[in-house]
C-alpha cells in the first residue's frame, strides 16, 4: 500500500460518461469464486446434468429480476441490456459444450462450466472488436452468477456503503451495476471497459460521471482515498489539492452555465445569421430516443439505425413488432420527417440470435453486411419494408438503404421497394405512395460514381463513419490506426465535395449523418461544402445549432474553398478549429 500515492496524482482514461465528481474511493474488490474439482461416477451424470439445468432456471430467474427492477427505474432501453445475459443462458453451444465436457472428463458441472466458459471468453477477448468483448464480459457475469448458484458461494455484491462515495472497480458487470445504490454514487471509475460497455451505458442514463480504461487504477489506489473524476476529459485526480479542487470547482460551474445558456440559445431556429436554413436531425436507435430528438428541437430524425431492433433479440423482430417501433418514432416526431435506415447487420454489429444465417468471415467490414445481406435474403428484406411502408402511413417517412457500392444493388433494393408496395396495394392495406428512398454514401466506389446513383435516388446521405474507414483503410475500431482517421484529410474533402457536387446536379438533397455532423468544429466547413442537412446523436444538437446561428453562410464557404485547396488536413483543422473556438469565446465571455 505504500507505494500508492499520497501527493496529487493524475490518470488518463477514457471519458465515458460527462460530469464531475469529488469524494472518497469505495474500492470494490471482485470476490474470487472457488471452482470445485472432483470426479462424478457414471451413473450421476444424469443428476449432475439435472443440477446444471436447475442453476441455468435458477440463474435465469435473478437476471430477470434484475431486469425488471432496472426496468422499473431506468427504463426499457437500459433492461434490454440483459437480455444479452438471458440468451447466454440459451446458447446451445455452451450448453452442449459444458455437457459434452462433463462426460469426457467425467468431472462435476462446475469445472466443466467454468472451462467452457472460459473458453469462449478467451476466444471472443482475442477478436479486437469492441462489441465482441463486451460479449465475453456479458459471459463472464453469466458464468459467475451460476457458479454462485451452484456452490452456494455469495458474489460479491455491492454492498451500498452508507456514505456518498466514487465506485472504483477492475470492472463492473451488469449485472452488478443495477445494484449501485444511487442515491450515494457519486462517481464510478473501472480500469476496463470502453465507451459502449454496458455498465457504462447505465451510468450515462443515471448522469453518474465515469472514466473507464484506467488500466490498473485499482492497484493504485486505496479504500477511501479522495479523488475527482472528470468525466468530460476522461481524467481521474487523486489526492486533489486544494487549487486543483478550486479550478475544477470553477470549471463545473461554467460547464453547467454554459450548456444551459445553449439550451436557451438552441430553442431559436437552426439558420445562420444571414438566414440561410440548416436542417439538424438526429441520429436515434429505438423508437423512444425520437422523444429525445423532439425535445431538443430536431428537424426530424435523419438516421434510424433500425440493426438494434434486432440485435439483442432471441429471434428476427416481426413485421409487427418492427411496424409498432417505426409508428412510434414517427408520431413522436409529429409533422417532422423520420428517415428509417433499411438493416445494416455485420461488421461490427453481430445479431445475438443464430437465426441470422451470419457465419464468421475473416474481412467482415468487406464481407456479407447490410444491402448485401437484404439482398440475398429478401424474406428478411421484404419484411422490413412492409413495415416501413405501414409506417409511412402515420406521417412523413422516408427509408434510406446503406452499403450502397453500384447502381445495381440500388436498383435491386428499389424493385425490391416496389414488391413490397405491390404486396400491400394488393392486401389494401394503407401506406405513402410517393415515399421518398435515399441512398446513404459510405463506400468509395459510391462516392466516385455518386452521378450514376442520383436518378434512382431521392436524396444521399453520406456515413462520414464508413465512408472515412474505406477511404482511408482505416478501422474504425481500433485505436492502433485512430491517428490515421482524419475527416480533414484532402482525399476526404475533395470526396464529400465530389458527392455533394453529384447531388446539386442531380437536383436532390444531400445530408451527412456521421459523427462529422455532430462535431460543432466541422459543421462550418460541411455547410460550407453545401451540405443541406446534419443528422447527428441529440445531445450534441444544442451545441451545433449555437455553431449554425452564429455564423455566416459567407464564412463557411470560405472555410471549404480554404480546406479543398489546402494540402495539409491539420492545417485545415487548425483553421477549424480557431473559427469555432472564436464562436466559443464569445458565449464564455457573455455567460460565465
Ligand atoms: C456511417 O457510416 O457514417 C453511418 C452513419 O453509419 P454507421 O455508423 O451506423 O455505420
Ligand atoms: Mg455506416
Redesign the pocket.
Known amino acids: 500500500m505504500d507505494s500508492k500515492p499520497s501527493e496529487e496524482h493524475q490518470y488518463i482514461g477514457i471519458a465515458a460518461s460527462p460530469g464531475i465528481a469529488h469524494g472518497a474511493v469505495y474500492l470494490l474488490q471482485e470476490k474470487k469464486l472457488s471452482v470445485p474439482k472432483y470426479k462424478i461416477e457414471k451413473d450421476r451424470m444424469p443428476a449432475e446434468v439435472a443440477r446444471f439445468e436447475n442453476a441455468l432456471i435458477e440463474t435465469r430467474k435473478q437476471i430477470q429480476k434484475i431486469q425488471e427492477a432496472i426496468r422499473e427505474s431506468l427504463g426499457e432501453d437500459e433492461a434490454r441490456i440483459f437480455d444479452a445475459h438471458l440468451l447466454v443462458l440459451e446458447d446451445n453451444a455452451l450448453i452442449g459444450e459444458s455437457i459434452r465436457e462433463m462426460e469426457s472428463t467425467q468431472e462435476n458441472v462446475e469445472a466443466a462450466v467454468w472451462t467452457v466458459g472460459n473458453r469462449f471468453i478467451e476466444a471472443l477477448e482475442r477478436i479486437h472488436d469492441e462489441y465482441l468483448r463486451e460479449r465475453a464480459s456479458d459471459i463472464r457475469d453469466v458464468l459467475r452468477r451460476l457458479l454462485s448458484n451452484l456452490t452456494g458461494q455469495a458474489l460479491s455484491g455491492i454492498e451500498s456503503p452508507k456514505e456518498k462515495h466514487v465506485l472504483v472497480a477492475h470492472d463492473i458487470a451488469p449485472s452488478e451495476s443495477a445494484c449501485v445504490d444511487n442515491a450515494h454514487l457519486l462517481g464510478l471509475v473501472t480500469d476496463a471497459g470502453s465507451k459502449t460497455s454496458h455498465t457504462v451505458i447505465v451510468a450515462r442514463s443515471m448522469n453518474i460521471p465515469a472514466v473507464v480504461g484506467l488500466g490498473d487504477f485499482t492497484k493504485k489506489v486505496n479504500h477511501k482515498d479522495i479523488v475527482l473524476v472528470d468525466g468530460f476529459e476522461g481524467i481521474v485526480i487523486v489526492n486533489p489539492t486544494k487549487d486543483t479542487l478550486y479550478r475544477y470547482g470553477k470549471l463545473k460551474d461554467e460547464r453547467a452555465s454554459i450548456k444551459e445558456r445553449m439550451l436557451a440559445l438552441s430553442k431559436g431556429a437552426s439558420q445562420t445569421q444571414d438566414g440561410y436554413q440548416v436542417k439538424l436531425m438526429a441520429n436515434i436507435e429505438s423508437a423512444e430516443e425520437a422523444k429525445k430528438a423532439f425535445e431538443v428541437g430536431a428537424d426530424g430524425v435523419g ?1 434510424f ?1 433500425t440493426e438494434f431492433l434486432f440485435m439483442n433479440t432471441k429471434s428476427l423482430p416481426t413485421e409487427d413488432e418492427q411496424y409498432l417501433a417505426y409508428r412510434t418514432s414517427v408520431e413522436a416526431m409529429g409533422d417532422l420527417p423520420v428517415v428509417i435506415r433499411t438493416l ?1 447487420l455485420g461488421g461490427d454489429k453481430v445479431p445475438a440470435s443464430s437465426e441470422y444465417d451470419m457465419v464468421d468471415e475473416a474481412n467482415p467490414f468487406l464481407g456479407y453486411r447490410a444491402i448485401r445481406y437484404c439482398l440475398g435474403h429478401t424474406d428478411v428484406f421484404i419484411l422490413q419494408l412492409r413495415a416501413i411502408l405501414r409506417a409511412s402511413a402515420h406521417g412523413d417517412v422516408r427509408i434510406m438503404y446503406p452499403m450502397i457500392s453500384s447502381a445495381f444493388e440500388l436498383k435491386e433494393a428499389n424493385e425490391l421497394l416496389e414488391q413490397a408496395k405491390a404486396e400491400l396495394r394488393e392486401e389494401g392495406v394503407a401506406f405513402n405512395e410517393n415515399l421518398q428512398s435515399g441512398t446513404m454514401i ?1 463506400i468509395p466506389s459510391a462516392a466516385i460514381a455518386s452521378d450514376t446513383l442520383v436518378k434512382e435516388s431521392s436524396f444521399f446521405s453520406i ?5 472515412i474507414q474505406y477511404l482511408m483503410a482505416v478501422d474504425r475500431l481500433n485505436d492502433r490506426v485512430a491517428h490515421l482517421y482524419e475527416p480533414t484529410n484532402p482525399a476526404v474533402l475533395r470526396t464529400l465535395d465530389m458527392i455533394v457536387k453529384a447531388a446539386k446536379a442531380g437536383n436532390i438533397g444531400v445530408s451527412v ?2 459523427e462529422m455532423a455532430g462535431d460543432p468544429v466541422m459543421v462550418p466547413l460541411l455547410i460550407g461544402l453545401g451540405v443541406d442537412t446534419l443528422s447527428m446523436s441529440p445531445g450534441v444538437l444544442p451545441n451545433v445549432k449555437f455553431v449554425v446561428q452564429n455564423m455566416k453562410i459567407g464564412e463557411a464557404r470560405d472555410l471549404a474553398k480554404m480546406a479543398l485547396a489546402e494540402t495539409d488536413g491539420t492545417k485545415v483543422l487548425e483553421r477549424l478549429l480557431e473559427f469555432y473556438g472564436s464562436r466559443m469565446a464569445a458565449l464564455y465571455e457573455e455567460t460565465v
Do not use: A, I, M, Q
Open positions: 438516421l439505425r445494416d459510405e456515413g462520414t463513419n464508413d465512408l449523418c456521421g
